[in-house]
């Protein structure tokens, strides 16, 4: 037996109350260390969270050759250049976001070896969307598949502008495609180009480093070629992910939580959700409470990307739906494997059916690569109010893992949860924020 497993333990049913902050937005950080490689200069990013991925993907770059300087949470990036165009598989097989190195990697050396990537195993995420574009920029791409690499590269005359229409919404692809754009002679039109929040605070810190990008219209990104970049410093915005998380989390344990330093921007939808369900908020004093004011009413959510109802956070929403009084529906349209949670939360009480629905386009529906060989449902209906147990647990990828945590905050008796590695993916001193809220938690091995 390994005694060296850690596991969360969590004695459930007790009121959140108090004020938390929430880190800087994940999506942003992994992305800004792909940026800052981009330039030889300095690159500065402040309010960055201390959170496994993003440890790796520092480490990715000083292996490249790059120096990584980390004080509390700011980071100073410098690549002078790249001594590497290989990215360790070791590494990879563990971020998805380290095939983004592809960007800077053939902008400034010309070639990138980078492996097949990994993270959370959610649905196939394919990256035929990012392939295709770079193709329109004059890359050749070769996948070996003995040894699991890509082989990309370009001629002398480097990346070229192109225009290019993903065919479906592609947040990775988006921003990938807008990194390597930046330096490519000429202009680049991405059509239908996602609009996250996110993006377009990469847009913001590529255009303090000299970049030229500019959002035309809301899905349609143009960005002029320059010929080189220069350092710069940026400050990450609050992480969308976190405001939700600690947001259910005092709502379904019946408590009150002042969010400090944020505002509506990126969770309006959230927020409509609240109001349907008649859960409570309020902003004031530059940050929102969000607190319990009655009983839930059922509801009906369709995941889909921005403007819509996020996908990262379904989960959550789906076990605060446990306690609201009737039937609600949960449509998933982004990722086709996004339901991973449901078996650890009927061990818990829950009561929940996966389906799918009736479906008239599902081409048009899903933003994701219909495979109909009925290996995954798309829909699942909650069945409420419920009162949830204590279990034992298994977390299945990061926002499952925020999911298991909430069920357990509200639960009555200890819950056990494995499976912590995913959570510390996207989650910075989980334990002792919602401890400082009055929570029962604990980490042991």
């Known amino acids: 037996m390994n005694t060296d497993v850690e596991k969360l333990v969590i004695r459930g049913n007790k009121k959140l109350r108090g004020e938390v902050s929430v880190s800087g937005s994940k999506n942003v950080a992994l992305k800004a260390l792909v940026a800052a490689c981009l330039t030889a200069e300095e690159v500065y990013i402040e309010n960055v969270p201390l959170i496994t991925d993003f440890m790796i993907m520092s480490e990715i770059i000083n292996e490249l050759g790059g120096k990584v300087v ?5 980071i100073s990036i410098k690549v002078n250049e790249f001594e590497k165009e290989k990215i360790q598989l070791d590494k990879a097989v563990e971020i998805r976001t380290s095939f983004m190195f592809l960007a800077p990697l053939l902008a400034r050396k010309g070639k990138a070896i980078i492996p097949n990537p990994g993270g959370c195993r959610i649905g196939a995420r394919p990256i035929d969307r990012i392939i295709e574009g770079l193709v329109k920029m004059g890359v050749t791409v070769d996948y070996n598949s003995e040894d699991g690499y890509f082989h990309a590269g370009v001629d002398e005359k480097g990346l070229k502008g192109t225009t290019y229409t993903f065919p479906k919404s592609s947040h990775t692809g988006t921003e990938t495609m807008i990194m390597a754009a930046v330096l490519a002679k000429g202009k680049t039109i991405l059509n239908n180009a996602a609009q996250e929040p996110e993006i377009d605070e990469l847009i913001s810190l590529l255009n303090s480093m000299g970049a030229k990008v500019k959002r035309i219209e809301p899905r349609k990104i143009q960005i002029l070629g320059v010929e080189k970049l220069h350092g710069a410093s940026f400050k990450i915005r609050p992480d969308r992910n976190e405001i939700v998380t600690f947001a259910t989390a005092a709502i379904i344990t019946g408590g009150d939580v002042f969010i400090k330093n944020i505002n509506k921007t990126g969770i309006s939808e ?12 309020e902003e004031k004093n530059g940050g929102i409470r969000f607190f319990y004011k009655g009983s839930l009413k059922p509801t009906e959510v369709e995941t889909s990307f921005y403007p819509g109802f996020m996908t990262d956070w379904q989960g959550p929403w789906a076990v605060l739906m446990t306690t609201a009084n009737g039937i609600s529906t949960i449509h998933e349209t982004v990722y086709e494997n996004r339901f991973t949670y449901v078996s650890e939360l009927e061990k818990m009480g829950s009561k929940m059916e996966l389906f799918n629905p009736i479906v008239k386009n599902p081409e048009v529906v899903y933003n994701f690569n219909i495979i109909d060989d009925g290996n995954y449902c798309h829909a699942a209906k909650i069945y409420g109010p419920v009162k949830l147990h ?51 938690i604990s980490r042991v091995k």
Do not use: M
């Open 270 to 281: 959230f927020l409509n959700k609240l109001d349907e369900a008649g859960a409570g908020y």
């Open 70 to 74: 980390l004080k509390d949470h700011s």
């Open 390 to 440: 204590n279990g034992v647990v298994l977390v299945s990828d990061l926002r499952a893992g925020a999911t298991l945590v909430l069920a357990a905050l509200a639960a009555k008796g200890t819950t056990i949860i494995f499976g912590l590695e995913h959570l510390d993916r996207g989650y910075e001193q989980f334990c002792q924020r919602l401890r400082s809220l009055g929570a029962d």
